[in-house]
């Protein structure tokens, strides 16, 4: 019998989600333990975003069973689950208001409200305020959403992700719209979280390999809506499996714990 350190923080058995049909996910099982940190690598169309939204109860299965902090979906209440799965995503990003100072955008996470509206507790205000610290952002505390910059918005979303301390923050390609200076820096920032004594589990779904740093221990691939591979990183990300996913022959190569992948073409060589 697992105890409650044996629990997984996730696991899903047999899932298949079908519409019509179209198999848009298909016998994809997946387990993940406390302090690991995963990264999802897929090509566009592999089932990220489906597995994302079924993992958040936004995408009902066809068949299988998703178990989240020891919660099975159809058998507890959904809503009152999702407050403690964190969520950073291109969605959430297109919902802030504009004049919604960052302070105020990190207090709304504790009550999943978008425009935040009701009046926020001096004990709110100084739990955001430690937040900002933590995530570096205290100079932001009283900046609009509108005049943030792509790397503070997602700075400031996390915050508002840990604000309800959710034990796995799952990142939906954060990076994405990043200039690469911006984009080095944020990563560096999900090391430092990642790394921090009690951290939540962190799932980072992206299909840049190079976003791979070294604080994630494992890698799940997906490809066409099953899973290629998964397990711990050094088993996982290589050249074989890569160019399975991405339907093209690649080079992988690691210097210093960060990855960089290369793709081959017969008429171009390598690009």
């Known amino acids: 019998m697992a105890t409650k350190q044996t629990r997984p923080i996730l696991e899903i058995s047999g899932l298949r989600i079908q519409r019509g049909q179209t198999v848009i996910l298909n016998d994809i099982s997946w387990r993940v333990d406390r302090g690991q940190h995963w990264v999802i690598l897929g090509a566009n169309g592999s089932g990220k975003t489906s597995l994302l939204s079924a993992l958040t109860g936004y995408l009902m299965p066809t068949s299988g069973e998703i178990s989240v902090l020891n919660q099975s979906y159809?058998?507890?209440?959904?809503?009152?689950l999702r407050k403690h799965i964190g969520i950073v995503?291109?969605?959430?990003?297109?919902?802030?208001?504009?004049?919604?100072?960052?302070?105020e955008t990190i207090i709304s996470g504790k009550y999943a409200m978008i425009d935040f509206w009701g009046e926020a507790s001096a004990r709110d205000r100084a739990e955001a305020r430690h937040i900002l610290r933590q995530t570096e952002c205290t100079h932001l505390a009283d900046r609009p959403w509108l005049v943030l910059s792509q790397g503070e918005r997602q700075r400031v979303l996390i915050g508002r992700a840990l604000m309800a301390k959710p034990r796995l923050l799952i990142l939906d390609e954060p990076?994405?719209?990043?200039?690469?200076?911006?984009r080095e820096h944020?990563?560096?920032f999900l090391q430092r979280i990642g790394r921090r004594p009690?951290?939540?589990?962190l799932v980072l779904v992206t299909h840049h390999v190079e976003e791979t740093m070294p604080v994630f221990s494992?890698?799940?691939?997906?490809?066409k809506g099953r899973v290629l591979a998964a397990g711990k990183k050094h088993k996982t990300l290589n050249g074989k499996l890569l160019?399975?996913?991405?339907?093209?022959?690649?080079?992988?190569?690691k210097i210093k714990g960060r990855y960089a992948l290369a793709v081959t073409t017969k008429s171009r060589g390598v690009i």
């Open 74 to 80: 159809g058998k507890s209440d959904w809503r009152e």
């Open 89 to 103: 995503s291109s969605s959430v990003r297109q919902m802030m208001r504009d004049e919604e100072p960052a302070l």
């Open 175 to 182: 990076c994405a719209g990043l200039d690469p200076a911006a």
């Open 186 to 188: 944020f990563l560096q």
């Open 198 to 201: 009690g951290a939540p589990t």
């Open 218 to 223: 494992h890698v799940l691939i997906l490809k």
């Open 243 to 253: 160019s399975q996913a991405f339907g093209e022959q690649t080079q992988l190569k």
